[in-house]
């Protein structure tokens, strides 16, 4: 890793020559054989892969180190250890996810994903995470929704965090090069290969070109478009996915997104909390829905799974009791877990108690009120996930900015699995295609006149003073997206979503940044631009599924469409966004041996 600094009267040693396309701007250069955008799991399980074998990357992350979004990924990470139930196995873990992900998942991504993820667990185990175990000593497993076994490995309900703990003292020991609080704003490219990224110093706004033959997205998702989110407002805003769509790659499943059935209800626990996740463990571990009414409502939804039905089913059906006026007076349902004894809750969910004991509520003994929540991204870059290409050469994707493993529906705990199992599958991957320990050849002229294209363009955005805050944009982008684009959908709402899109989009012209590029309203003006592509993907596809799947629903075509079994891909096109369609391969023999049993989760042996 070389980077060049700035000289002692201020100019660039090398860089900030004046170009064609306006005046002189400076940057630091940084050259590096791999470039990781993305601290989190994923990008962290990448960048040991790549030391394992011997390539130095540079991993990039836009929080202080070890502070991404896994962190909040709460309940659990999947595997079939059978440490409870010894029957399971890899191939009924592929053939839950497939089913609930309604057969257009991938299937190599899910095969490899459930096939490695046992190694992925004892691996973790020995670098230090702290499992819940058994009396015997085995790592605990517990129950997720729509999963036909105890397959869910868990550190009480702070599983993300402890995971990326572990990670992160895993890079560290390998002495892996981290870089925080710098976003990538465009990636290099000529559409056939990437050369690099140029970004910004969140600290010190200073800008930055990364020059480099291999860059790994791992930026996350999308689910933060939407008003109500689990995520933190500034991240899953979809720079992944549109970073990727810009260079030049393909996106795919973008109307698949995921409402977690148990969100905060804002109204009643304060705004700062809106939207934020109740964790599935809850669920798993016992909790019950209740309506206003105390009605436990899954009875008539999913009498045989209850509240472990897949989170679309669930979601739809509290959706259903506030629309029918069953719902709380703050627009909720109830989650009660208070007949279960009061030391097991702490034991089992000592995180949720002592959130809600913050706010007042001791949920030994009262419920929690919860609403659904946007919370994953099901679509992302189309990639192939043996490797993580995507098609561009030198570009690689992986976590949640991609698609692929979960099809229509995910299943809880398996976000945390993809990013380990896929994630390992290409650090090993990458490594392959170094040549050498520096970038092979000087950065192309044509690529270092975008880079400082980019950058000026930057500095015009820090400059702008029109009337539209970034904020205020985000957020009526958010209303929209929950109004046509939400858990209930029809094509008249989303023709309607795309006209006001378009408004949106107008209004963009006259935004204003309050600050320098060190402030929020900058980074959220950046972010903006990428929310606008991804939400515009995601409601083309949605109006283009004219079926009901897994968390898509639409209210205008209720069912399951069989000749519908494709995948929606998106690409950028000499004219905007271009959607085509693809086929679904079959799984293999084993998994659809497993998939034929029908295996399933009785959810009676928690009563």
Same mark, same amino acid.
């Given at each position: ?146 999963? /036909? ?39 290099? /490219? ?21 020059? /480099? ?124 877990? /208070? ?269």
């Amino acid at each position: 890793m070389t980077p060049q600094k700035p000289s002692a009267d201020g100019e660039q040693a090398v860089d900030g020559r004046a170009s064609d396309a306006g005046p002189a701007v400076d940057y630091e250069t940084v050259s590096v054989p791999v470039l990781v955008v993305g601290a989190g799991a994923a990008g962290a399980r990448v960048a040991i892969g790549l030391a394992e074998n011997g390539v130095e990357p540079l991993v990039i992350g836009k929080r202080d180190h070890g502070d991404a979004h896994t962190t909040w990924a709460a309940g659990g990470i999947n595997a079939s250890l059978g440490s409870l139930d010894p029957e399971d196995d890899w191939t009924i873990h592929a053939a839950d996810t497939l089913d609930e992900g309604h057969f257009i998942n991938d299937p190599k991504a899910v095969e490899l994903t459930a096939k490695h993820m046992p190694d992925r667990i004892r691996e973790l185990d020995e670098w230090g995470m702290p499992f819940d175990r058994t009396e015997d000593g085995k790592i605990n497993q517990r129950y997720f929704g729509a999963q /036909s076994f105890r397959r869910t490995c868990f550190v009480g309900d702070r599983t993300g965090e402890a995971m990326l703990d572990t990670l992160v003292d895993k890079a560290q020991s390998l002495g892996i090069p981290y870089r925080d609080n710098v976003m990538i704003t465009r990636l290099l /490219s000529d559409g056939d290969r990437v050369y690099g990224a140029a970004g910004y110093d969140m600290e010190s706004g200073e800008f930055i070109l990364f020059e /480099s033959d291999h860059v790994v997205l791992a930026a996350g998702g999308s689910s933060a478009l939407y008003n109500r989110h689990s995520s933190r407002d500034e991240e899953n805003n979809g720079d992944g996915p549109a970073l990727a769509l810009q260079a030049g790659a393909s996106l795919m499943d973008m109307e698949f997104v995921q409402f977690h059935p148990t969100g905060m209800v804002g109204d009643r626990y304060g705004e700062d909390w809106d939207g934020r996740l109740v964790t599935e463990a809850v669920r798993g571990e016992g909790g019950r829905l209740l309506n206003a009414d105390g009605e436990r409502f899954m009875e008539e939804y999913s009498p045989d799974q209850m509240e472990l039905d897949a989170r679309d089913v669930v979601a739809r059906a509290i959706a259903q009791e506030l629309r029918e006026g069953r719902g709380t007076e703050n627009g909720g349902v109830y989650l009660d877990i /208070s007949h279960r004894d009061d030391e097991y809750i702490k034991s089992r969910l000592p995180r949720m108690y002592e959130r809600f004991m913050d706010l007042g509520v001791d949920i030994t003994e009262k419920p929690m009120e919860v609403a659904p929540t946007a919370h994953y991204s099901m679509g992302g870059v189309d990639i192939d996930f043996e490797t993580g290409e995507t098609g561009v050469g030198g570009l690689y994707a992986v976590g949640e900015t991609v698609a692929g493993v979960h099809g229509a529906n995910r299943l809880g705990g398996n976000s945390l699995a993809e990013t380990v199992a896929i994630g390992a599958l290409v650090g090993d991957h990458v490594a392959t295609q170094v040549t050498s320990g520096e970038r092979d050849g000087a950065l192309p002229d044509r690529q270092r006149t975008i880079a400082e294209r980019e950058f000026r363009s930057l500095r015009e955005l820090e400059a702008s003073d029109g009337d539209e805050t970034p904020e205020e944009l985000l957020a009526d982008l958010g209303d929209l997206l929950w109004e046509h684009a939400g858990i209930l959908r029809n094509e008249d709402s989303l023709s309607t979503g795309l006209a006001e899109l378009r408004d949106l989009r107008e209004r963009r012209g006259n935004i204003g940044v309050d600050g320098d590029r060190t402030s929020l309203s900058f980074e959220l003006a950046v972010d903006l631009s990428f929310s606008l592509t991804v939400a515009e993907a995601l409601l083309l596809g949605a109006r283009e599924r004219d079926e009901s799947r897994g968390a898509h629903y639409r209210t205008d075509a209720p069912d399951v469409d069989p000749e519908w079994r494709r995948n929606i891909l998106v690409a950028q096109g000499d004219t905007g966004l271009e959607l085509t369609t693809r086929g679904v391969a079959e799984p293999s023999e084993e998994v659809s041996e497993a998939v034929d049993v029908g295996y399933e989760l009785d959810y009676h042996h928690l009563e």
